[in-house]
């Protein structure tokens, strides 16, 4: 069974920046892809970005294009989102997120493993 866990996040202001960071329990060959959603109160939990674990491959959901980036180390096994401009809509717990399944994972189905989050809060 692999375990994620986030760090970074936080409270920050608006147009600032936070940088999340998702490291596994153990590492797995079976990885294809990694990932981050997010839930804000009251929504659903969308997707934010994700990373194909061989080709390095991303996608991003059309609110983070452009401001936020996902990068992987894969000696480390870890991923990174760097979040810049942020907005009060980017408010809720970021979710990491491991796929066995999929390369160009997008959807919450995609994923076998997940993290409990972590709270990024943006002020106005």
């Known amino acids: 069974q692999v375990q994620l866990t986030e760090s970074g996040g936080g409270l920050v202001q608006a147009g600032g920046s936070v940088s999340l960071s998702c490291a596994p329990s153990v590492r797995t060959s079976m990885t294809r892809a990694m990932g981050w959603f997010r839930e804000a109160p009251g929504k659903e939990r969308e997707f934010v970005a994700s990373?194909?674990?061989?080709?390095?491959?991303?996608d991003y959901a059309d609110s983070a294009r452009g401001r936020f980036f996902i990068s992987r180390d894969v000696a480390k096994h870890t991923i990174h989102l760097q979040m810049n401009s942020l907005k009060p809509d980017d408010t809720g717990v970021y979710y990491c997120?491991?796929?066995?399944?999929?390369?160009?994972?997008?959807?919450?189905?995609?994923?076998?493993?997940w993290g409990p989050g972590t709270q990024v809060t943006v002020s106005s």
């Open positions: 997120a491991a796929s066995s399944k999929s390369v160009r994972a997008t959807t919450k189905s995609a994923y076998d493993y």
């Open positions: 990373v194909s674990w061989s080709g390095g491959n991303k």
